[in-house]
């Protein structure tokens, strides 16, 4: 089992940038593909991002495609969001998840481990 803790939210304006990270324990950080989603005040937790084990393939939601960049960082146990050009529809819980094999936009697919997640708001 691995266990996941997120850092980096916080209240940014219309048009900054925020960079979130997710630290990684437990068993080989390489072994998971690993995701990220936000669950904004009355909705439902919704897919933002997901990057394969190795790095090569990423995924992007349609609606922060362009400005978001997920990465990591396989030495460090860690992986990123970039977050740039922040807009008010961007406020909510960020949450990363890990899951074994291939990666998916599917959130039902990722059930190995989810970190307690970190507040991002973004005013305007």
């Known amino acids: 089992q691995v266990q996941l803790v997120e850092s980096g939210g916080g209240l940014v304006q219309t048009g900054g940038s925020l960079r979130l990270s997710c630290a990684a324990s437990?068993?080989?950080?390489?072994?998971?593909?690993m995701g990220w989603f936000r669950q904004a005040p009355g909705k439902e937790r919704e897919f933002v991002a997901a990057i394969s084990r190795t790095g090569i393939t990423v995924y992007y939601a349609d609606s922060v495609k362009g400005r978001f960049i997920i990465s990591r960082d396989n030495a460090k146990n860690t992986v990123y969001l970039q977050m740039n050009s922040l807009k008010p529809e961007d406020t909510a819980v960020y949450y990363c998840?890990?899951?074994?094999?291939?990666?998916?936009?599917?959130?039902?697919?990722?059930?190995?481990?989810w970190g307690q997640g970190t507040q991002v708001t973004v005013s305007s």
């Open positions: 437990g068993r080989t950080f390489s072994a998971y593909a």
């Open positions: 998840a890990a899951k074994t094999g291939t990666i998916t936009t599917s959130q039902s697919m990722w059930g190995d481990a």
